[in-house]
């Protein structure tokens, strides 16, 4: 199985700020690669596909890049609504794993 | 607009059969992998396996032994069926429509295993 690896698992931040997570993986996926943004509660909601495509309806403050094993979602002005825990995701292979999860919280 | 619905038994005792459907409406079983992942309470998201509309089945190997998902074309629906089960099973499973990435969720089931 292709390990998921994300850091920070949690990190603090005020609107307004830049966010960064990173998230790497135990071997070479290309660009198979999706993030996702979970609020408690709900379903899991899909921002980026393709390590950098934006999914339609995401606001463009979402940002991805990445390939081969390093990828990075950034956030460039974070809004309230946007304090939630983002998961990635690796699409090379079956099993599909996902990284561990990163909780962004309000400072 | 293509929607899906779950449904299942939320309660299970250990040692019985978790059983759940997912319902697509508003588009067809063609075309995609259909999916279950779980996610314990408070945990991460786990990838239980797909199917596609021919019945091609991809399990994770941690689960294989245990789940069968299978597909019902005449009700664009398919379901999950994990035997066995565990208090380490109790989890909020979804459907989700794939192959590569994952833009349409079910809501959530919560199945919890308890005596």
């Given at each position: ?61 979402f940002s991805g ?42 400072k | 607009q293509v ?100 833009g349409l969720w ?10």
């Amino acid at each position: 199985d292709i390990q998921m690896t994300q850091s920070p698992s949690s990190l603090s931040a005020s609107v307004g700020d830049r966010v960064t997570i990173t998230c790497r993986a135990s071997q070479d996926i290309s660009t198979y690669l999706n993030w996702y943004q979970q609020t408690p509660g709900k379903a899991p909601k899909l921002l980026i596909y393709a390590a950098s495509r934006l999914q339609s309806g995401v606001p463009s403050r979402f940002s991805g890049s990445g390939s081969g094993t390093d990828f990075t979602l950034t956030i460039s002005s974070l809004q309230p609504e946007d304090f939630a825990t983002y998961y990635c995701q690796q699409s090379y292979s079956t099993p599909r794993t996902f990284g561990q999860g990163t909780k962004v919280e309000i400072k | 607009q293509v929607q899906v619905k779950q449904w299942g038994a939320g309660l299970l005792k250990p040692s019985e059969t978790l059983s759940l459907t997912c319902a697509v409406y508003g588009g067809s079983l063609s075309g995609y992998h259909w999916s279950w992942i779980r996610q314990p309470p408070g945990k991460g998201l786990e990838w239980i396996g797909e199917i596609n509309h021919s019945g091609t089945t991809n399990y994770n190997p941690s689960l294989k032994s245990r789940v069968t998902i299978s597909v019902d074309t005449s009700k664009n629906q398919f379901s999950l069926r994990l035997n066995s089960v565990t208090a380490a099973d109790t989890a909020v499973y979804y459907c989700a429509r794939g192959p590569y990435n994952y833009g349409l969720w079910g809501q959530g089931t919560l199945v919890t295993v308890s005596p």
